[in-house]
């Protein structure tokens, strides 16, 4: 019976000297953290992590403000380029309308001549009994004809602004006279007719303009 108590003393005196009953009360501490979610190594890394986030979003700060800058800065160049292909679009069709204008500005002399030379010519001698004159005439009035429809075909039209009211950007005023029968600031006399090159003036009509008594 005593050595039974003997035995007894020693495996209880082993169980309590164990190694792994000494870490249970700081196993179970280390549970109790872990389901409260507090975990030591958890809190070592809360303030890392902390600051990672931080470091994230400024870089996303920084990065939202470079597209931002980036997209004014395509769409600034979109519209540069538009309208860089606009007013060379509008150029190349100025050139295709207006680039005959040196050209027509010789032209219209010999239309002057044609115009002063049948002009010249005494109508009342224009007969069958004067075939020669009356084919000449005929001649210069087939070729005036003509030599408008060319220059209709190519977007030049004839200014005659007889009677109409004095237009500075068509008309050039030689004079200011009282002129009966013409209301004040009207065209009474055209000296020299006047040309526009697809709505643009190329030549104003040269006119007296009449003014109040």
Same mark, same amino acid.
């Given at each position: 019976?005593?050595?039974?108590?003997?035995?007894?003393?020693?495996?209880?005196?082993?169980?309590?000297?164990?190694?792994?009953?000494?870490?249970?009360?700081?196993?179970?501490?280390?549970?109790?953290?872990?389901?409260?979610?507090?975990?030591?190594?958890?809190?070592?890394?809360?303030?890392?992590? @902390?600051?990672?986030?931080?470091?994230?979003?400024?870089?996303?700060?920084?990065?939202?403000?470079?597209? +931002?800058?980036?997209?004014?800065? *395509?769409?600034?160049?979109?519209?540069?380029?538009?309208?860089?292909?606009?007013?060379?679009?509008?150029?190349?069709?100025?050139?295709?309308?207006?680039? #005959?204008?040196?050209?027509? +500005? $010789?032209?219209?002399?010999?239309? $002057? #001549?044609?115009?002063?030379?049948?002009?010249?010519?005494?109508?009342?001698?224009?007969? @069958?009994?004067?075939?020669?004159?009356?084919?000449? *005439?005929?001649?210069?009035?087939?070729?005036?004809?003509?030599?408008?429809?060319?220059?209709?075909?190519?977007?030049?039209?004839?200014?005659?602004?007889?009677?109409?009211?004095?237009?500075?950007?068509?008309?050039?005023?030689?004079?200011?006279?009282?002129?009966?029968?013409?209301?004040?600031?009207?065209?009474?006399?055209?000296?020299?007719?006047? *040309?526009?090159?697809?709505?643009?003036?190329?030549?104003?009509?040269?006119?007296?303009?009449?003014?109040?008594?």
């Amino acid at each position: 019976m005593a050595s039974w108590c003997v035995r007894a003393v020693k495996q209880t005196y082993s169980l309590t000297a164990s190694p792994a009953l000494r870490r249970f009360p700081r196993l179970l501490c280390t549970a109790t953290q872990q389901k409260n979610g507090q975990g030591p190594e958890e809190e070592a890394e809360k303030p890392e992590q @902390s600051a990672a986030e931080k470091h994230l979003m400024e870089e996303k700060s920084q990065l939202e403000v470079q597209l +931002k800058d980036m997209t004014e800065k *395509y769409k600034r160049a979109l519209a540069d380029t538009e309208n860089l292909r606009t007013r060379s679009q509008k150029m190349i069709e100025d050139a295709k309308l207006y680039g #005959i204008q040196g050209f027509c +500005k $010789d032209l219209l002399e010999v239309a $002057d #001549i044609l115009e002063k030379a049948t002009e010249s010519v005494p109508k009342e001698e224009v007969t @069958s009994q004067n075939p020669h004159l009356k084919n000449l *005439y005929d001649g210069l009035v087939m070729t005036e004809v003509q030599i408008q429809k060319v220059f209709t075909k190519h977007g030049l039209v004839k200014l005659n602004p007889d009677g109409q009211k004095f237009d500075p950007y068509e008309h050039e005023a030689l004079f200011h006279a009282p002129v009966g029968g013409k209301e004040p600031g009207t065209v009474a006399i055209v000296t020299k007719v006047g *040309y526009k090159l697809h709505g643009r003036t190329l030549r104003p009509a040269l006119v007296g303009v009449a003014k109040a008594h």
